[in-house]
């Protein structure tokens, strides 16, 4: 079937603004982790369900971010009081299982705060 | 915290010369998965390895998994400009409070000139 969708790909918002970010994971798969990728790094890791409960958010920077998967599928990022320093490409992967289990990548959105 | 060190950050072969990225963990992994990110695309899975010294073989890519489960490499025998695009390892750390998480490195970047 598909692959990992996101949406939007490009998102530009004001400093202050709330944002939200979709991600449609794998049919089937259980496992959804949400990363941040900032230009010339490597994925930083936010935040992990295991069906629909957060098993890790440990990577989530502060109170402004949370993120939600209400039905063990599609899963929204949500940011508020966005800054210019969260500017970044938001990314989400998803696997049968843990994080023992080959990950998929969707495209990405690239999050721009002005 | 864990983390990945991952070196070179750049590397510029002629077409036809090896390659090689390296990977190193402050604490012993539980699995190592490598990962391709194209210009402009997202990171694709090449690979996991699990086993303290495993070597495993894709075509003209090596990869190896350190003794102590701490250290990993990717060989590219006769690069060719297909090659281009970031290499990225990702350590797996079961149990604790990790469960879930991949810690990516910083990504070796590769340019393959023709």
């Known amino acids: 079937g598909a692959g990992v969708s996101q949406t939007p790909s490009n998102k530009v918002t004001e400093k202050g603004k709330y944002v939200e970010l979709r991600c449609d994971p794998i049919?089937?798969?259980?496992?959804l982790y949400w990363y941040r990728q900032s230009l010339g790094q490597g994925p930083e890791f936010l935040i992990y369900f295991q069906g629909t409960g957060a098993a890790d958010d440990s990577g989530l920077p502060n109170d402004r971010f949370f993120a939600v998967r209400p039905e063990g599928s599609v899963s929204t990022l949500k940011i508020q009081r966005t800054e210019r320093g969260d500017s970044a490409v938001y990314l989400c992967?998803?696997?049968?299982?843990?994080?023992?289990?080959?990950?998929?990548f969707g495209p990405g959105t690239r999050l721009t705060v002005l | 915290g864990q983390q990945v060190m991952q070196i070179p950050q750049y590397q510029h072969v002629q077409e036809g010369e090896d390659f090689t990225t390296y990977c190193n963990s402050s604490t012993t992994l539980s699995n190592i998965q490598w990962y391709k990110q194209r210009p402009g695309g997202h990171p694709v899975f090449l690979i996991q390895l699990v086993k303290s010294g495993e070597v495993k073989k894709q075509k003209r890519l090596t990869f190896q998994f350190g003794e102590a489960k701490k250290n990993s490499s990717l060989h590219i025998t006769a690069t060719q400009t297909t090659d281009v695009g970031t290499y990225f390892c990702a350590g797996y750390y079961a149990g604790g409070t990790s469960y879930g998480k991949l810690t990516f490195g910083q990504g070796t970047i590769l340019t393959v000139h023709p």
């Open positions: 049919s089937g798969h259980t496992a």
């Open positions: 992967a998803s696997s049968w299982s843990g994080a023992s289990h080959e990950q998929f």
